[in-house]
C-alpha cells in the first residue's frame, strides 16, 4: 500500500498530513500532523518525491502572474552574478559595491522564472526606489507593504518590519523573495521572514556581506551562501566612478589631549587589573554585559566612552572641515560622523542642512531632493545615509567619526560611486592623531584594502 501525504500551510509552518515523517520536522499532537518551518518546504518535497511518496500540495497560494518582460539587458558581470545564482539552485546571496546595478540582477531572476516575487528592503526610501524600478521594468503597478500601505500584488516590496509582522500571512503567496541589504536578515526577529516562507527562489543583495557579530553565517541557511561577489576595485573607471581615499591627520589641543589620556587610562588599567583581552567585537560586548554587574567595569567603560568622544569630536576636526570645503567648493559633498551632537554643531556652526534618524521624513525628503537638484551642495548626516537612500551626484564623502566596523566604510564610500561624466569621487577621513581613533580607521578600512590588493 503506498504512502499519502497532504502538505498545507500553517501560519508560517508546513503542516504534513500523513503516516510520513519527513526531514526538518517534528510530532504535532494538536493538530494530528508533523510540523516543519516553511523553510525547508523544497528540501521536504523533493524527500516526498525521492521516496516515491503520493502527496498532495495544498501548501502553496501563489498570486496570479502576467507576463513579466524586463527592459534592461543585464551588463556582463550582472549576468554572471545571475548565472552563479542559477547555478546554485536559484538561492544565494551577490554581493556588488553600491551603484553596480544589484537591483537588475533580481529583474533578470523575476524575468527568468516568471514567480510572483516579495522584494523585502530595509527602509521605505527603498521601497520607493524599488516601487519605480520594478513599475519602469515591467510596465506593472507594483505592491507595497510599509508605511501604512498594505497593497499585495504579484510584484510587491516590504519594508523588513512589515515583511516580519506579516510573515504568516505572506510566506505561501510568492516563489522568489529577493532580500536587500541582506546583511540585515539574520538579526533577531527579521530571519523569521526567511523562515516562515515557503518560496523555494531565495535571492540576497548587499555591498557589504560580513557582520562584525558573525551573523552572516546564518545566512547560508535562510536564503544560500555568497555565490558571487564583485570588488568596488573590479568596476571602478569602467561601471562606477574612479575615486580615491584619503586619510588627513588633525591633533587635540593640549587641554582635549590631558582629558583624553586620563580618561583612557582608566579603561586600560581596569582591562590590565581584570586581565581582560580587548581583541574583537565580542570582547568588547562581554565588557558592556561585565559593567551590568561590576561598578568599576562600569567606570572603566564610561572613561572609555568618554575618551572617544574627545578623539572622534575634537575641536580641530571643524577646523579641517571647513578647510576641505572650501578647497573643494563644486562638488557635492556628503560629512559623516557618528554622533549626533557633532552633526548638530556642524549644522549650527557652518549652517549645513542636518539629517538624523530623528529627522521628519518629510524635511528628510526635502533636504535630499534639494542636494539632488543642486540647491544644497552639502549635507551633514550621523548613520541614516549609510546606505538605502540613492546620492547619485555626490562625488566627496568626509568621515569625521565612525566605527571600527569594514561594513560601515565600504556603505560611506558606496555613496559617491554612482558613475557620471568626468566624476572623480573622493572620500576623506578626518583621524585624531595619537589616539585610538588611529586604529579604529585602520581597521575599518582592512576589507577594502583586500579587495583593493585583490584586483
Given at each position: 500500500?503506498?504512502?499519502?501525504?497532504?502538505?498545507?500551510?500553517?501560519?508560517?509552518?508546513?503542516?504534513?498530513?500523513?503516516?510520513?515523517?519527513?526531514?526538518?520536522?517534528?510530532?504535532?499532537?494538536?493538530?494530528?500532523?508533523?510540523?516543519?518551518?516553511?523553510?525547508?518546504?523544497?528540501?521536504?518535497?523533493?524527500?516526498?518525491?525521492?521516496?516515491?511518496?503520493?502527496?498532495?500540495?495544498?501548501?502553496?497560494?501563489?498570486?496570479?502572474?502576467?507576463?513579466?518582460?524586463?527592459?534592461?539587458?543585464?551588463?556582463?558581470?550582472?549576468?554572471?552574478?545571475?548565472?552563479?545564482?542559477?547555478?546554485?539552485?536559484?538561492?544565494?546571496?551577490?554581493?556588488?559595491?553600491?551603484?553596480?546595478?544589484?537591483?537588475?540582477?533580481?529583474?533578470?531572476?523575476?524575468?527568468?522564472?516568471?514567480?510572483?516575487?516579495?522584494?523585502?528592503?530595509?527602509t521605505l526610501e527603498l521601497v520607493a526606489q524599488w516601487r519605480r524600478v520594478l513599475a519602469d521594468e515591467f510596465n506593472l503597478e507594483i505592491g507595497v507593504y510599509g508605511g501604512g500601505e498594505n497593497v499585495l500584488l504579484p510584484l510587491t516590496v516590504s519594508t523588513y518590519d512589515s515583511a516580519y509582522l506579516r510573515a504568516g500571512e505572506l510566506g505561501n503567496k510568492?516563489?522568489?523573495?529577493?532580500?536587500?541589504?541582506?546583511?540585515?536578515?539574520?538579526?533577531?526577529?527579521?530571519?523569521?521572514?526567511?523562515?516562515?516562507?515557503?518560496?523555494?527562489?531565495?535571492?540576497?543583495?548587499?555591498?557589504?556581506?560580513?557582520?562584525?557579530?558573525?551573523?552572516?553565517?546564518?545566512?547560508?541557511?535562510?536564503?544560500?551562501?555568497?555565490?558571487?561577489?564583485?570588488?568596488?576595485?573590479?568596476?571602478?573607471?569602467?561601471?562606477?566612478?574612479?575615486?580615491?581615499?584619503?586619510?588627513?591627520?588633525?591633533?587635540?589641543?593640549?587641554?582635549?589631549?590631558?582629558?583624553?589620556?586620563?580618561?583612557?587610562?582608566?579603561?586600560?588599567?581596569?582591562?590590565?587589573?581584570?586581565?581582560?583581552?580587548?581583541?574583537?567585537?565580542?570582547?568588547?560586548?562581554?565588557?558592556?554585559?561585565?559593567?551590568?554587574?561590576?561598578?568599576?567595569?562600569?567606570?572603566?567603560?564610561?572613561?572609555?566612552?568618554?575618551?572617544?568622544?574627545?578623539?572622534?569630536?575634537?575641536?580641530?576636526?571643524?577646523?579641517?572641515?571647513?578647510?576641505?570645503?572650501?578647497?573643494?567648493?563644486a562638488d557635492q559633498t556628503i560629512v559623516f560622523t557618528q554622533h549626533n551632537k557633532l552633526v548638530h554643531t556642524i549644522s549650527r556652526t557652518l549652517l549645513i542642512p542636518a539629517i538624523t534618524h530623528m529627522t521628519p521624513k518629510d524635511e528628510r525628503r526635502?533636504?535630499?531632493?534639494?542636494?539632488?537638484?543642486?540647491?544644497?551642495?552639502?549635507?551633514?548626516?550621523?548613520?541614516?545615509?549609510?546606505?538605502?537612500?540613492?546620492?547619485?551626484?555626490?562625488?566627496?564623502?568626509?568621515?569625521?567619526?565612525?566605527?571600527?566596523?569594514?561594513?560601515?566604510?565600504?556603505?560611506?564610500?558606496?555613496?559617491?560611486?554612482?558613475?557620471?561624466?568626468?566624476?572623480?569621487?573622493?572620500?576623506?577621513?578626518?583621524?585624531?592623531?595619537?589616539?585610538?581613533?588611529?586604529?579604529?580607521?585602520?581597521?575599518?578600512?582592512?576589507?577594502?584594502?583586500?579587495?583593493?590588493?585583490?584586483?
Open positions: 500500500m503506498s504512502l499519502k501525504a497532504q502538505l498545507r500551510y500553517d501560519k508560517g509552518t508546513l503542516l504534513i498530513h500523513g503516516d510520513v515523517h519527513v526531514p526538518n520536522s517534528s510530532w504535532d499532537a494538536r493538530s494530528n500532523a508533523y510540523r516543519a518551518p516553511a523553510l525547508h518546504y523544497s528540501d521536504i518535497i523533493a524527500f516526498l518525491e525521492k521516496s516515491n511518496v503520493n502527496y498532495e500540495d495544498y501548501a502553496r497560494s501563489l498570486l496570479p502572474v502576467p507576463r513579466f518582460v524586463g527592459k534592461t539587458q543585464l551588463r556582463g558581470y550582472q549576468k554572471d552574478a545571475l548565472d552563479a545564482w542559477i547555478q546554485a539552485g536559484n538561492r544565494g546571496s551577490i554581493v556588488l559595491p553600491t551603484g553596480a546595478g544589484k537591483t537588475l540582477v533580481a529583474v533578470g531572476a523575476i524575468e527568468m522564472l516568471q514567480t510572483p516575487t516579495l522584494v523585502v528592503v530595509p510568492f516563489g522568489l523573495v529577493v532580500f536587500d541589504e541582506v546583511h540585515h536578515l539574520p538579526a533577531e526577529g527579521y530571519r523569521y521572514i526567511a523562515e516562515m516562507s515557503l518560496s523555494p527562489a531565495r535571492m540576497g543583495l548587499t555591498a557589504t556581506y560580513e557582520r562584525e557579530d558573525g551573523l552572516h553565517t546564518e545566512l547560508s541557511r535562510l536564503v544560500g551562501g555568497k555565490v558571487f561577489e564583485l570588488s568596488v576595485q573590479a568596476l571602478a573607471g569602467d561601471y562606477l566612478s574612479a575615486y580615491e581615499v584619503e586619510r588627513l591627520y588633525v591633533d587635540l589641543t593640549p587641554d582635549e589631549q590631558e582629558e583624553y589620556a586620563a580618561q583612557y587610562r582608566v579603561f586600560t588599567d581596569y582591562l590590565a587589573r581584570a586581565k581582560i583581552p580587548m581583541r574583537t567585537p565580542q570582547d568588547f560586548n562581554r565588557l558592556i554585559m561585565r559593567s551590568g554587574r561590576d561598578s568599576q567595569a562600569r567606570k572603566a567603560l564610561l572613561a572609555r566612552n568618554k575618551a572617544m568622544s574627545i578623539a572622534l569630536n575634537s575641536r580641530a576636526k571643524i577646523k579641517a572641515l571647513k578647510k576641505l570645503l572650501a578647497e573643494n567648493d526635502e533636504i535630499l531632493d534639494s542636494f539632488h537638484n543642486g540647491t544644497y551642495r552639502i549635507v551633514v548626516t550621523s548613520k541614516v545615509l549609510d546606505e538605502g537612500v540613492d546620492v547619485p551626484d555626490a562625488a566627496q564623502a568626509i568621515i569625521l567619526s565612525g566605527t571600527g566596523s569594514s561594513r560601515e566604510f565600504i556603505q560611506r564610500l558606496g555613496r559617491i560611486l554612482r558613475k557620471r561624466e568626468g566624476k572623480q569621487a573622493r572620500l576623506v577621513e578626518i583621524v585624531t592623531r595619537n589616539t585610538s581613533e588611529m586604529k579604529m580607521s585602520t581597521r575599518r578600512k582592512r576589507k577594502w584594502r583586500e579587495g583593493e590588493n585583490a584586483s
